[in-house]
């Protein structure tokens, strides 16, 4: 790497192109678990109007909510039956467009959750294609003549066969489902099939909001000759799904037909889709989507490594470095997104701090600093800023989740050991993150006045809104306190990026810098100390964050010493051009 490497900074945040949605920190909220206001047990929309206050103290910009559209809750929401209409546990169309205008009136902005790969098997277009091969709604979705024998291997992600063909008897023919049996894939290579979604789009456009995330967007696109799957290309089978003959001339019609039409958002989710093919959803000249975000955090925690007991090393964390800035450089002329928890992973903390009581606040705040000190528009999820953590259910009676459910009967049925799946649950059941939102110490959490839908987490007591408020050094103020410094500086959304320090086992070290600013972040990632070398000659330096009370020492030497779980900014002046010589960057 040449010594000159952040020599064009300035350059390229100039050409930059300023949007609302790339200096936004996104506030995701699961708003079945968020409030419940009538007392039934499902946090509805009613419930999230009345902590909008709330929302709009912690600093963020927009609400993204999961879906809300009406639906029999297969997958609680992600099977829709009418895009038209809200969900009945969650309130009405009267609900929505209150708490839209309401949002709107705080300075917030909204975006919903699109889910257009497969509707419900309840939606008045399955009901009617399932009738009859002659039905006109028959092509509104994939099938497999019988008398062609059996389908190709697709195999489901929430299936408990594992298959995702189901036949359908009315017309002698398996309907595809990349998902559960109740959510049949939608045929976008039917123009009327996209059509439809494009108004539906524009319907809620017209009502106010502002934007999309696209959920599984990468797969709308089908071969449908169906071919056999080249295993040797793609081992893992899911990345052909990802790989849709015209998914691409799908995705600019979308935004020529309608996003081009509105100042909104738009933000992928990029499931299979490797790195090298990032840059065709997100180059702005390709007019597709603002963004797209990833699963590799999750999934080299997941299958990683386990942590030396002898250590505390984390050996993942190379592994997790060199993906975040393979993604970054990726991106290229478009915009990175940033997140580590959602409602498909576990808790964040669980998973990439510590949820021993030693150091849960401490690594929480490590995690805050990480994500709203990286480039590109951070997600946040609802809970993550109080220091919630998984719950680890002991009992598969406890979970909701159909992915667990019908894992869990997969394995009883093949003869697999079910504890050793319940155990594994524990640390990345997606139930873990979808508990109750814990307000106070009252019962349920002040999540519900009647019975919650799912069990809250009995550490509540602890952490929760109400006491963290008060408490100076919380969770909660740290994350606030970082909000507010990214928003005093630029540099941390438009500024370039660089690693340092790859190969460090225990410590997250990059560089943020513009023509004025230089910070430098230094993370540790385990519970021990670690020993930062940035190779910087530090003529002055000036520590403007940190997650410890009392900030460490820093002098002049070239090592950083790291307290379990530390997390620093250091603010570097003036420039020295001797600093690059000795890093170990990514190429």
Not at 291 to 302: G, K, V
Not at 315 to 323: E, P, T, V
Not at 386 to 413: L, P, S, V, W
Request: glycine letters at 6%; aromatic letters at 14%; charged letters at 30%.
């Amino acid at each position: 790497m040449s010594k000159h490497t952040s020599k064009n900074t300035l350059e390229q945040i100039e050409t930059t192109e300023r949007a609302w949605w790339k200096e936004a920190v996104i506030y995701q909220i699961y708003p079945r678990s968020f409030k419940d206001s009538n007392g039934d047990g499902i946090g509805d929309l009613t419930g999230i109007l009345t902590k909008l206050d709330y929302i709009q103290s912690l600093g963020v910009d927009v609400i993204w909510l999961n879906p809300i559209f009406l639906s029999p809750n297969d997958d609680n929401g992600y099977d829709i039956s009418d895009y038209y209409e809200i969900m009945k546990e969650f309130g009405n169309m009267e609900d929505f467009d209150r708490l839209l205008h309401e949002i709107h009136k705080r300075g917030l902005r909204l975006v919903l959750d699109l889910v257009v790969n497969h509707s419900s098997d309840e939606h008045p277009w399955f009901e009617e294609a399932r009738k009859s091969r002659t039905n006109p709604y028959y092509t509104y979705y994939h099938w497999w003549p019988a008398e062609q024998g059996e389908p190709p291997l697709r195999p489901s992600y929430f299936d408990e066969d594992g298959t995702a063909w189901a036949y359908n008897k009315q017309t002698d023919s398996y309907y595809l489902h990349y998902f559960s049996r109740k959510q049949p894939d939608l045929n976008w290579e039917n123009p009327d099939v996209r059509r439809e979604i494009f108004d539906m789009m524009k319907f809620w456009f017209d009502k106010g909001i502002d934007g999309f995330r696209m959920d599984s967007i990468s797969l709308i696109a089908k071969d449908v000759s169906f071919p056999e799957i080249n295993i040797k290309q793609f081992p893992g089978l899911f990345e052909f799904y990802a790989k849709g003959q015209h998914l691409h001339d799908y995705l600019h019609e979308m935004n020529r037909a309608v996003l081009s039409h509105y100042d909104c958002m738009s933000v992928g989710e990029g499931s299979a889709v490797p790195v090298e093919d990032v840059a065709k959803f997100v180059d702005p000249d390709r007019e597709e989507l603002n963004m797209l975000y990833h699963f590799d955090a999750a999934r080299i925690r997941n299958t990683s490594l386990p942590d030396f007991p002898d250590t505390g090393i984390d050996y993942s964390l190379i592994s997790l470095k060199k993906m975040f800035a393979e993604w970054d450089k990726a991106v290229d002329r478009g915009w990175p997104s940033i997140y580590l928890g959602n409602h498909d992973q576990p808790r964040m903390i669980s998973r990439f701090g510590s949820d021993d009581p030693r150091f849960r606040s401490v690594s929480a705040k490590m995690l805050a600093t990480f994500l709203l000190t990286m480039r590109g528009t951070p997600y946040w999820f609802a809970g993550d800023e109080i220091g919630m953590c998984n719950i680890c259910f002991e009992n598969i009676d406890d979970y909701n989740d159909i992915d667990t459910k019908n894992r869990y009967k997969r394995t009883e049925k093949e003869g697999g050991d079910t504890q050793a799946f319940l155990e594994e649950q524990k640390q990345i059941g997606r139930d873990n993150a979808r508990t109750p939102f814990q307000w106070d110490k009252s019962a349920n959490a002040g999540f519900t006045t009647g019975k919650p839908w799912i069990k809250v987490n009995p550490d509540y007591q602890t952490f929760n809104v109400t006491s963290e408020e008060k408490e100076k050094d919380s969770i909660l103020n740290y994350f606030k306190k970082v909000i507010a410094f990214r928003k005093e500086n630029p540099n941390l959304v438009y500024g370039t990026f660089t690693l340092l320090d790859i190969n460090n086992p225990r410590a997250f070290l990059y560089l943020r810098e513009s023509e004025g600013d230089r910070f430098l972040v230094a993370l540790n990632f385990t519970p021990l100390v670690a020993i930062a070398l940035p190779g910087f000659l530090l003529e002055e330096v000036e520590v403007v964050l940190c997650n410890y009370k009392k900030p460490i020492d820093i002098d002049v030497k070239d090592e950083i010493t790291l307290r379990p779980f530390e997390a620093i900014v250091l603010k570097l002046r003036p420039k020295t051009e001797s600093y690059i010589d000795s890093l170990d960057l990514l190429e």
